[in-house]
């Protein structure tokens, strides 16, 4: 706790009955005196002898000079000051003593050393060649891992090669990331395994945090398997051995590594392995150190609950990263989605069962997965149960022990001999070999088994079991032709469904969902029990229908968009037409819906416009009667104003004017005809004289 005091501010016990540096009371309950002492006695837990004087508060800070503070340590070495003490300028503590007052810039030591590591931590990265400590010459740069970067060194006391990581750029700015790093060395300073890569000096040199570790010379797995390809579940035994003993010696000693994977695994030139870089292992159930995005792992190797909250892990979470990385030295395919027809048959269950999502699924120890690893390895052969010579007559149905001449039991009258499955001779039961063809009846018994149990699978379409009776019947009788044909045409069965599952993929990721469904069915067809496939194509439907929804959704965006542009282009026809298309993909469209409303009178005033500037252009051009003919369009769209019934009554009266001169024109044309026909009459009257 802090000291109650807020110009002290300083760390104290709650046991304590007053601050060791400025007094002030803490506990009326307590009484224990802190480090250092208190000279003057306590009166009550409120008053405080201070010199002569008899106080019932912290002193005043401004008059502790003037007077003899018998009763005050110093908050450096605890010891008792009187008018020997300062306060520095930089932390603002007061009654050092003189002796830790640095005379150059008048601060307390702790401030000098504190601005002097802060000053060596944010240098330059250290450089081939630097001294670390005084005692380990950098030679050259071997990587950088989650915290730090790891150097080649010599130890120049004890002219060895040695491994130093010193503190990155990155956690050097806070407490907690030396904390952090600090973890990584206690972590493996507390272990001492041959699998575990030794520490041999924790420190810090020029104000650098570092670890000196043993110097590993070898390949990290990860490029082991990069080069190589996949491993054999034998070659890779003796590696996840190894990782396995070193986790297991861990874990009996309540560490948790936290971030096993091939990179942090190397394997030196006598084929020994070592698991490095302890930087996210746990003690116990006590640290806190991860924060947001550290100690997760590595995706890839990661456990489930390590991805939710890698504080709340336990051991298992190990055993889940050791199954990750056996997974990838068996397929040479990351870990991140394993699937267990990429496995061996023989091993796959094993690995499976370590990379359960649920933790309650998982094995619980990490030898119980190494044993289970190992007794699957082992050959039928190696597992056949010696039979007793004592057991010689016993019967197999009721377990009578009968005589060795005897043909059937003596209990139950059950044969007590069987013929053998190679040559047919007759053999008494429990026999192991054939004394005639050399047999072994267990084998062939076993090899029959996984052969039968291989076939119903088979018939059952159930691949991946068939594959793994098949293999077992493969390790006692790796000769038999039928056998062979039989893992062939089940490994090309399984080769098929997965190259459709792959192209099903494929598909559906594109949201292609019809096409996957249908490559689906056919994968479906050969492997009918797959819980995926059929959780697959059920889910089609759902994802059809979202597809679709989406589809329309964006069709429709894009129409009530191109809706708005013709709208505010005052296209209202256009816009009329896009958004009645809209609410037919969503009839919901508030927007739409809004717009459409206002489109009719928007109409009707814009061929009012339309109407009534044609009907003005009509009569500029003279052509009255197509003018009046407007006016009566838009007279029944809307009631005419005032300048528009003008025009009406201008364009009536020329009409009028034209009309009364036609009229005259009509009657003079007509007197012409009619004198005209007098004339003729005239004439012709005249000429028959």
Not at 258 to 272: F, H, L, M, T
Not at 567 to 596: F, G, H, I
Not at 672 to 679: A, H, R, W
Request: glycine fraction near 6%; charged fraction near 30%; aromatic fraction near 6%.
């Amino acid at each position: 706790m802090k000291c109650p005091n807020e110009k002290c501010n300083q760390q104290v016990q709650p046991d304590w009955k007053v601050c060791p540096f400025c007094q002030t009371p803490i506990n009326s309950d307590s009484g224990v005196t802190p480090p250092g002492g208190i000279i003057d006695s306590v009166v009550k837990a409120d008053s405080v002898h201070i010199g002569d004087k008899h106080i019932h508060e912290a002193p005043d800070p401004s008059k502790r000079k003037s007077a003899t503070y018998t009763g005050m340590l110093c908050p450096i070495c605890h010891r008792l000051v009187k008018d020997d003490w300062f306060e520095c300028p930089e932390c603002k503590r007061k009654y050092i003593c003189l002796k830790h007052q640095d005379p150059k810039t008048n601060k307390c030591i702790s401030c000098v050393k504190k601005s002097q590591s802060e000053l060596a931590i944010s240098s330059s990265e250290i450089g081939i060649g630097a001294v670390v400590a005084g005692r380990y010459k950098i030679v050259s740069v071997i990587g950088e891992g989650g915290m730090g970067t790891v150097f080649k060194a010599i130890d120049l006391r004890l002219s060895r090669e040695v491994a130093v990581k010193c503190l990155s750029g990155n956690d050097k700015e806070d407490q907690a990331g030396i904390d952090r790093f600090m973890q990584e060395a206690k972590s493996i300073a507390t272990l001492s395994h041959l699998n575990i890569v030794q520490v041999f000096d924790v420190s810090e040199g020029e104000g650098i945090p570092f670890i000196c570790m043993e110097l590993v010379d070898g390949k990290p797995l990860d490029v082991i398997i990069k080069d190589k390809g996949k491993y054999s579940p034998k070659e890779a035994l003796p590696i996840i051995k190894g990782i396995a003993q070193a986790l297991s010696y861990a874990h009996k000693r309540r560490v948790i590594h936290r971030d096993v994977k091939p990179a942090n695994i190397i394997q030196n030139s006598d084929g020994v392995v070592k698991l490095l870089d302890f930087g996210l292992a746990r003690i116990g159930q006590s640290s806190d150190l991860s924060r947001t995005g550290y100690g997760l792992g590595t995706e890839a190797y990661a456990s489930p609950e390590q991805k939710r909250d890698a504080k709340s892990v336990d051991h298992r979470t190990d055993i889940y990263s050791l199954g990750a990385t056996a997974y990838e030295m068996l397929t040479n395919e990351s870990p991140i989605v394993p699937r267990e027809n990429k496995l061996p048959p023989e091993i796959s269950n094993v690995i499976m069962k370590a990379l359960e999502p649920l933790v309650e699924q998982r094995y619980f120890t990490i030898d119980e997965f190494i044993n289970d690893y190992e007794e699957k390895l082992s050959s039928p052969m190696q597992k056949k149960q010696v039979i007793s010579t004592d057991t010689i007559g016993k019967c197999a149905e009721c377990g009578n022990v009968n005589a060795k001449d005897s043909k059937y039991c003596e209990k139950c009258g059950a044969g007590l001999f069987e013929k053998c499955p190679s040559c047919s001779e007759e053999l008494r039961i429990g026999v192991e070999f054939c004394p005639k063809c050399g047999t072994s009846i267990v084998a062939f018994k076993q090899y029959n088994e996984h052969f039968e149990k291989g076939n119903e699978y088979l018939k059952k379409k159930r691949y991946d079991r068939a594959l793994k009776e098949f293999g077992f019947a493969r390790e006692i009788n790796g000769t038999n032709e039928e056998l062979q044909s039989l893992i062939d045409e089940t490994e090309t069965s399984l080769e098929q469904i997965n190259k459709l599952i792959d192209e099903g993929k494929g598909l559906y990721e594109s949201e292609e969902y019809e096409s996957a469904e249908g490559i689906f069915r056919e994968a479906l067809v050969l492997d009918p029990e797959s819980s995926w496939l059929n959780q697959t194509i059920t889910s089609i439907p759902d994802k059809i229908k979202e597809r679709d929804e989406q589809k329309r959704k964006r069709e429709g965006e894009n129409l009530l968009s191109e809706g708005i542009d013709a709208y505010n282009q005052e296209d209202y026809e256009l816009a009329e037409s896009l958004l009645k298309e809209v609410l037919e993909l969503d009839p919901n469209s508030t927007r739409a819906k809004e717009l459409l409303d206002t489109i009719p009178e928007l109409l009707k005033q814009q061929q009012f416009v339309e109407g009534l500037c044609n009907a003005k252009s009509a009569f500029d051009k003279k052509e009255y009667n197509l003018a009046l003919g407007y006016i009566d369009l838009i007279a029944k769209i809307s009631p005419l104003d005032e300048e528009t019934k003008q025009l009406n009554n201008k364009i009536l009266e020329i009409l009028a004017a034209k009309h009364k001169r036609r009229n005259k024109i009509i009657k003079l044309i007509v007197t012409v005809l009619v004198m005209l026909e007098t004339l003729a009459a005239f004439y012709y009257f005249i000429s028959t004289l």
